[in-house]
Each structure stands twice: as C-alpha cells, then as structure tokens.
C-alpha cells in the first residue's frame, strides 16, 4: 500500500511542475503579444521592437521543443538535421 502511496505523490509532484512550468510559459507568450502590440501600436521605442523580436524567436524554438518531445518519428530528426545544415550556411 506504501507504494502506491509514493507512486501518487509522485504523479501529483510532477503534475504540479508541468502545471507551474506551462503557466510560466503561457504568462511569457502573454507578456511577449503584448509588448508587440504595444511595438505596433506606434511606439518606435528599438528596444521594445529588439524584445519583441526576441520573445518571437524563443517562441519559435519553445515550438521546435515541444515537436521533439512529443513527436518520436524519423520526420523529425530529419528536419532537425535540415535546420542544422541551414544554421551552418547562413
């Protein structure tokens, strides 16, 4: 019976970091819209403009991230080899 005690506070631990960890996300995706609405909005301040920029390119990656691990095909070590051949010459 102990075990299956450890077994559920274990499932409740790391439901509760996904939980913490997809709500950090969310607020950064959140907080990145709004600073390139605000960039859009008429502010030609280059920093907001570099920052929203940024955010747009971690998003991107944070996509790519989420594809390796859920997708467990040969697809998709083949267009992370693609993306490695296109960094290298560009």
Same mark, same amino acid.
């Given at each position: ?6 077994? !559920?506070? #274990?499932?409740?631990? @790391?439901?509760?970091?996904?939980? &913490? ?5 969310v607020e950064k995706v959140m ?8 960039a859009k909005a008429g502010t030609? !301040?280059? #920093?907001?403009?570099? @920052?929203?920029?940024?955010?747009? &390119? ?16 040969t697809v998709l070590s083949d267009?992370?080899? !693609? ?8």
């Open positions: 019976m102990s075990e299956v005690v450890v077994v !559920a506070v #274990a499932v409740v631990a @790391i439901v509760l970091i996904a939980g &913490m960890t997809v709500n950090g996300i907080q990145a819209k709004r600073l390139r609405y605000e030609d !301040a280059p #920093a907001l403009h570099e @920052i929203a920029e940024r955010q747009q &390119m971690i998003e991107d990656r944070l996509r790519v991230l989420e594809r390796i691990a859920t997708d467990r095909g267009e992370i080899e !693609a993306l490695r051949l296109e960094k290298e010459i560009g």
